[in-house]
Structure formats: C-alpha cells, structure tokens
C-alpha cells in the first residue's frame, strides 16, 4: 500500500467551502486543514501543524507565507495562491450585483497588471481604481491607511480587500476577495501531480559502490572489504539497503535514490566514508549511479568510485545515467546522527527483551526516521524489511507487546475490505531511555 499525499491547507475559516470542493476532484490525497479567523493566529497554526503532522505539500496564500515562511522545512512542497484576474472579476461583478456601481474602487493585494487586465475586459476607467500592490511588509495599519485616503477623496468608492483585519475595520461597502474553485483547483492538482514527480524521482533505483582504495599500498583489500560491509549493514541508515560484497568490484549497495540522497545529505558528502576510515584504517572512498536498470546504475556507480578515487582524499562523486555527475562529496563532516555501534549495549538488551535480533532493531530505527512520524501499515513494513506480510505481522505483534509500537488508527485501502490498522513506532525513544537507566 502507498502512503497517500498529505497535503496541508492554511485558509481562512471563510474559504473552507470552496477548498472542499476544489478538493474533491482529488484521489489518493489526504487534506489537513489549517484554518483562522483573524491574521495573528496563523503562525500559531501552522506551527502546531508541522508539530504533529508530516505533510508532503502546503497550500496558502500570500499574507499567510509571509507570516510563517520561517517556519517551512526548505524541502517541503509549497505552493503560495496568488490573486488571479478571474478571482478579481468576480468581486467586481459581485459588487455589480448588490447594485453598486463598478467604480470608483480601491483593491489592494492585487498586481497592477492584473487590475489592469480585468479592467480592459469590463470597460472600466482604471482612473476610478486605486491600486496596492501585495508587499511582505505591509501591515493592515498601511493598507487600512491606503484605501481610507482614496475614500476620503471618493466618498461613494467601495473596496476590495484580501486582508481580513482590514475589512473589519472599514466602515465603507467592502468586498472581500475570495477564491474561484477552477482557480484553487488547479493549484491543488499542479501541487499534488509536484509532490508525486517527486516522490518517483526519490523511487529511482539507484547503486552505491564502496571499495577500500589501492593506492595506500600493502593492504589486506579481502579483509578490509569484509570489514567495510560489515560496518555498512550494521548502520541503520543504510537499513532498507541491500548490500553484498563483490570482491574486486567492492562493497555494492542497492536502494532508491532517496536512500542516498539522505546519506549523503543531498549529495553534499558521504560521512560513511570517515567512519570507514577509522574503523579500517585506510582510505574509503564512494560512487553512486542513478540509472534505468540495475545493471546500469552499478556500472555508473563504478565509474564515480573510479573517479573519486582520483583524488587525494576519502570522498564520493555521483553520475547519473542523465550525464550529471557530482562531485567530489566531502567526507569531513560529522558522522552520521546514529550509528548502531554506539549504541550496541541499549539496542542488543532492547533486542533481547523484545525477542528479536540487535540488526533487525537497527534496522526499524533507521524506518522509524525515515517515517518522520507518519505510522505505517505492517505489510508496508514488511516490505521495507525484505519479508513476507505474515512475518511483518508477527513482527508488529512483538512490537506492540514490548511496548515499541502503539496503533494510530486503520485506513481503508477497498471499500468491501476490512481496514487495515497502522501503527507508529517508536523504537530511538526507548533507546534513549534505555540510556537514561544506564
């Protein structure tokens, strides 16, 4: 089963209705909702959402980005609506509705052009429009200001607003601007369809190469390569990787692209490699290949190692069956944020209480981060173990009795099935207090 989008909505309480229906068009996608009333809570809001939630893409508006753009993750999908002319011919046209004459009007929010577009198409004199233009650093006091002074000089004008603190304190005819649902719709889909390209772009199969390097001179390369898989298995990291040792080829890893783009922090640097250094005593160095087949991301993966090893320090280059290459990728910063060896005594006793191997807790904690807090079915966490739906149930049932699972609600993947229950795990915090006992 796939995980659907989450996609998270900061609106206001006013827009709900035609969000909901915008969405509605949209499958294999899960809404949560950040709605407020008034300007000053929104940051509060969001806050609380990127707390409690993971989601994959955020929708919101211009004034509501501004507030709380300081608080988004840099890799988060966001899209920001901007005012779109349809939604501006709306409220005039509105406003025609309740009698009121089409001009004079102050809008602000809203790109000179687009006022200007709107009001070629309506025949309207854009000398009876006053126009305020968006800026991040507008306060409703400045906007509030801005139409005020058009009204005193147009006592019979109404406005247009987006902004909700100022529309409360006019006391003219005002329209607040709302969104089309067309409008809103193809945003949600363009974001959906980004976070889906995405997510098959992490997908693509991908290869890593480690070998010990030759040039150091008078070293036991079988051994060393024996040691330098051992230490990649026994990091949780690399836990939904598969890796075998090909003697002379050197130590190959398999996973998605994801993985690696994870472990080399965007492929900025291979900190594996510093560690292998310790540990073995000689220099390490990493390629990676991004391809079509298997087959094809090794060998591109043998060409980065090759190139990498070039050079006169441990480091990693990545070629892409694209042309790209990348590189070279440092290996000096710090090691990686958890490491199976430095915590042998608190996952090995954990293991043993759960009943399980130290290898396979190794190898949850590594899921459980990259989960990021979402919960997970057992058959998606038997796939990402390499075992069969049976045995991730009987491994979610040791889980749940030794305390490292808790259920977080079911989801319906068949409308004629029985829903299947999905669990959270939790297995780096009973790892620190096992620490915190010691």
């Known amino acids: 089963m796939r995980m659907a989008i989450v996609i998270g909505l900061v609106i206001h309480e006013r827009g709900r209705e035609t969000f909901q229906t915008a969405a ?5 996608v899960a809404l949560e909702w950040v709605t407020y009333e008034y300007e000053r809570e929104i940051r509060a809001n969001v806050e609380r959402l990127l707390g409690s939630t993971h989601v994959d893409g955020l929708l919101l508006g211009l004034m509501p980005y501004a507030e709380c753009r300081a608080l988004l993750p840099p890799d988060l999908q966001v899209t920001v609506t ?6 501006l011919a ?3 046209n509105r406003a025609a509705g309740r009698g009121w004459p089409m001009t004079p009007v102050s809008i602000d929010t809203f790109e000179p052009g687009i006022v200007d577009e709107v009001a070629g198409q309506l025949g309207l004199d854009t000398a009876d429009i006053a126009r305020l233009p968006y800026s991040p650093d507008q306060s409703a006091a400045e906007v509030l200001r801005f139409h005020n002074d058009f009204l005193a000089r147009n006592p019979d004008a109404y406005v247009i607003t987006m902004r909700t603190a100022v529309a409360r304190e006019l006391t003219c005819r005002v329209m607040t601007t709302e969104k089309v649902v067309s409008t809103v719709r193809a945003e949600l889909h363009e974001l959906a369809l980004r976070i889906r390209s995405e997510r098959a772009n992490a997908q693509r199969f991908a290869a890593g190469v480690f070998f010990v390097s030759k040039q150091d001179g008078g070293v036991d390369l079988d051994r060393a390569r024996v040691r330098l898989m051992n230490l990649l ?10 890796i075998e040792n090909r003697g002379r080829r050197g130590v190959v890893v398999f996973a998605h692209k994801a993985l690696f783009e994870r472990i080399t922090d965007n492929w900025v640097s291979v900190p594996a490699l ?14 990676f290949g991004v391809g079509a087949s298997a087959r094809n991301c090794v060998l591109l993966a ?3 190692a090759a190139r990498a090893d070039q050079e006169a320090v441990p480091c990693g280059y990545l070629i892409e069956d ?3 290459m990348i590189g070279p990728m440092s290996s000096a910063r710090p090691p990686l944020s958890f490491e199976y060896r430095e915590h042998t005594a608190e996952l090995e006793a954990l293991a043993r209480d759960a009943g399980l191997s130290a290898v396979t807790l190794a190898r949850l904690a590594a899921l459980e981060r990259g989960l990021h807090g979402r919960p997970i079915a057992p058959s998606d966490l038997a796939d990402s173990l390499g075992i069969t739906d049976p045995s991730g149930r009987r491994l979610i049932r040791k889980l749940v009795a030794s305390g490292l699972v808790s259920q977080e609600g079911t989801t319906q993947t068949n409308r004629k099935g029985r829903p299947t229950r999905l669990y959270r795990l939790s297995i780096d915090n009973a790892v620190d207090a096992r620490k915190d006992l010691t």
């Open 24 to 28: 509605s068009t949209l499958s294999g």
């Open 90 to 92: 709306l409220m005039i």
């Open 274 to 287: 510093a560690q292998a250094e310790d540990v073995i005593g000689q220099r390490v160095v990493a390629g």
């Open 302 to 304: 043998e060409r980065a």
């Open 82 to 87: 901007r005012p779109a002319p349809l939604d």
């Open 233 to 242: 298995v026994e990091t949780p990291e690399f836990g939904d990787a598969w």
């Open 322 to 324: 694209s042309g790209l």
